[in-house]
């Protein structure tokens, strides 16, 4: 009562003082509880160890919310050390009991094949039953396990009702999934409309991928009119979070001053930004910018270098940029769009 308020004020101490009365005296629902508050610093101090050794003495009297959590914590490496044999023990047991959280996680812990050998089916087994308690993790993994053939025969459609059900429920990864296949139309008829509304859902919640992915339908007016500002906003926002496509089509947007004032310099920083990271397109874009002066000091040899990276990923056009530098007059200046 007093951990949720109710018909006192509330207060955590005072809670963490009767749980830890009835902790003492074996009660497993206390042991558990008691664990929690500690799991969050709520009336005590966090502290992993202490919970887990709570969550313990619980899961030992077969309490299954406390075993889940116990497996969680060795899952982690939270409070006990990291072994995943150990959770996948742990989940068993609460899973065994109904606990859909555990079937959900003994599921993941399949389809990794981590502390047992990697089994689409057994994972699949495992979502099916957390998914059908109406768990929305367990119905994304189980939607993409289907999307992806992975233990089962692909099947989109089918893929796309359990995304459905998790996006329903507010998972923002099912909603840019189930927002994709409605954007090539898999598994359900192509509707840009509808693939923009999925899309701004997951992006409201701060998703990179649907942020980039609500950006690219504003710039290409697909299922919302074309708005490259827009564009260029949702793109800022998935770039802010690291996201490399997305930086490197906001370097697009302010190289040709579509959507935001040009500006070759801020172009090149997020060139950079996505270039650092591997993406090949962005190299290219980078070795363009120092092989004409936008933004950086002119520097052909720094050109070349990035070039060099994107054409060692195979892009055609840094290959062709690459051999131009080597066979023409360092004088060369490329056509900026």
Do not use: C
């Amino acid at each position: 009562m007093y951990e949720g308020g109710q018909g006192v004020p509330q207060d955590y101490a005072t809670a963490v003082s009767w749980y830890r009365k009835a902790a003492g005296q074996g009660l497993a629902n206390a042991q558990y509880n008691l664990g929690v508050m500690y799991e969050g610093g709520q009336g005590v101090s966090k502290d992993y160890a202490t919970a887990a050794s709570w969550f313990r003495q619980a899961a030992e009297q077969g309490f299954a919310n406390a075993q889940n959590n116990l497996a969680v914590m060795y899952e982690k490496g939270q409070g006990v050390p990291q072994d995943f044999a150990t959770a996948i023990n742990w989940y068993r047991k609460a899973a065994e009991q109904g606990v859909p959280l555990a079937q959900n996680n003994l599921g993941v812990m399949y389809e990794k094949g981590q502390g047992v050998p990697q089994d689409f089916a057994n994972a699949i087994n495992w979502y099916r039953k957390a998914a059908e308690q109406g768990v929305p993790l367990a119905q994304h993994n189980l939607g993409a396990i289907y999307q992806n053939g992975q233990g089962v025969p692909q099947d989109l459609t089918i893929a796309a009702n359990w995304y459905r059900k998790a996006a329903e429920q507010g998972v923002s990864l099912a909603q840019h999934n189930l927002g994709a296949m409605y954007h090539f139309g898999q598994g359900v008829p192509r509707d840009f409309a509808t693939a923009a509304n999925w899309y701004r859902m997951a992006a409201g919640q701060g998703l990179a991928n649907a942020q980039y992915s609500l950006g690219l339908m504003y710039q290409s007016g697909l299922g919302v009119p074309r708005d490259v500002a827009t564009a260029a906003n949702w793109y800022r926002k998935a770039a802010d979070q690291g996201l490399a496509n997305a930086q490197d089509n906001l370097g697009v947007m302010y190289q040709n001053g579509h959507g935001v004032p040009r500006d070759f310099a801020t172009a090149a920083n997020w060139y950079r930004m996505a270039a650092d990271q591997g993406l090949a397109t962005a190299q290219y874009s980078l070795g363009l910018m120092y092989q004409n002066g936008l933004g950086v000091p002119r520097d052909v040899a720094t050109a070349a270098n990035w070039y060099r990276k994107a054409a060692d990923q195979g892009l055609g056009t840094a290959k062709q940029a690459l051999g131009e530098l080597g066979s023409k007059s360092p004088g060369k200046v490329l056509t900026v769009m």
